[in-house]
Nanobody, 122 residues
């Protein structure tokens, strides 16, 4: 069974920083793209940043220059460094990964973490 476990959320003042981590565990053959999404109350879940296995990154326009996504393939972990946080960054942040599990090695499946709350006070 494959799991994604996030950590690092919390309460921070505007202008501050947080670092989110997400570790994939279980019977995994390989991990392709990984990413972070967020969902504010009453809004849809939107992409924040994504990173390929080779390290190519993409960011939402709203976080460019403030957030940095990275990954450690040896640890099956993706990170999101968030700087210059704004009140509008307040949301539940979800980790996502495209994984080939050992239970179905020919299938690329979409996995999600349980979410971690980020609250930015103004």
């Amino acid at each position: 069974q494959v799991q994604l476990v996030e950590s690092g959320g919390g309460l921070v003042q505007a202008g501050g920083s947080l670092r989110l981590s997400c570790a994939a565990s279980g019977s995994i053959v390989s991990i392709n793209d990984m990413g972070w999404y967020r969902q504010a109350p009453g809004k849809q879940r939107d992409v924040v940043a994504r990173i390929t296995r080779g390290g190519t990154t993409n960011y939402a326009d709203s976080v460019k220059g403030r957030f940095t996504i990275s990954r450690d393939n040896a640890k099956n972990t993706v990170y999101l460094q968030m700087n210059s946080l704004k009140s509008e960054d307040t949301a539940v942040y979800y980790c996502n990964a495209l994984i080939r599990p050992r239970s179905s090695p020919l299938t690329l499946s979409d996995y999600w973490g349980q979410g971690t709350q980020v609250t930015v006070s103004s």
